[in-house]
């Protein structure tokens, strides 16, 4: 069982660069999310999407946009990287829509914008 | 406004006592809450959720976590700590009556466990 996969667990980026921060999870979940993990700051919530096609805010989308064109995947795109943007990324999902049931995280993409 | 506290940035204990890690809440209906951990440089694992029913809630790796709705608190117990037990743990809440599909999440407790 691969559950939630995260690409790339590491990546160095210039200010100004864009990339894709991928996600694939293989539980048939309808809900998606991603967060970024700061030190002291707990989780804070990008974007979620609760189903293919079906995307929304959450705490700090700035900078960032999400599609969601199947069940499965749910990248994250970092349009023009600054260097506040240098966080832990984790990918999560939830097989009812995070109504009740717990969250399913990825191993984290490691993110450092110089 | 919908909060959650984790009160104490770390928590040591000696291996072999008992351990608490405290989270309080504040929704303003009723609360779906969940304990989360993190082992180093590892996404979060579940441990354990109340979502009704019995106030104590037996999880993962013989962790639990005692609801209390007069105190709105969810703090999480293990009767005896294991040096394994050494990670980072959040506490996170949902407001039942909300459907933003959102929760909230506690700063986390670095917990270390002593030999």
């Known amino acids: 069982n691969a559950g939630v996969t995260q690409t790339p667990k590491f990546q160095v980026l210039k200010t100004g660069q864009s990339m894709t921060l991928q996600c694939a999870q293989d539980?048939?979940?309808?809900?998606m999310s991603w967060y970024r993990q700061d030190p002291g700051m707990g989780l804070r919530l990008i974007h979620y999407?609760?189903?293919?096609?079906?995307?929304d805010q959450g705490e700090v989308p700035n900078g960032y946009n999400v599609s969601r064109s199947t069940t499965e995947d749910f990248p994250l795109r970092l349009l023009s990287a600054a260097p506040s943007q240098t966080s832990v990324y984790f990918c999560?999902?939830?097989?009812?829509?995070?109504?009740?049931?717990?969250?399913?995280f990825g191993e984290g993409s490691r993110l450092t914008v110089l | 406004a919908q909060s959650v506290a984790q009160p104490e940035d770390q928590v040591n204990v000696a291996e072999g006592n008992p351990l608490t890690v405290k989270c309080t809440y504040s929704v303003s209906g009723n609360p779906y809450l969940f304990w989360y951990v993190q082992y180093p440089n590892r996404g979060l694992q579940f441990l354990l959720k109340y979502i009704t029913g019995d106030n104590l809630v037996k999880g993962s790796y013989g962790f639990e976590a005692e609801f209390n709705k007069s105190q709105t608190s969810f703090h999480l117990k293990k009767p005896s700590a294991l040096v394994s037990d050494s990670a980072l743990y959040f506490c996170?809440?949902?407001?039942?009556?909300?459907?933003?599909?959102?929760?909230?999440w506690g700063a986390g407790t670095k917990l270390i466990i002593k030999p």
């Open positions: 999560a999902s939830s097989r009812d829509s995070l109504n009740t049931g717990e969250l399913f």
């Open positions: 996170a809440v949902r407001d039942s009556g909300v459907s933003n599909y959102q929760l909230i």
């Open positions: 999407s609760v189903g293919a096609g079906i995307t």
């Open positions: 539980m048939n979940h309808e809900y």
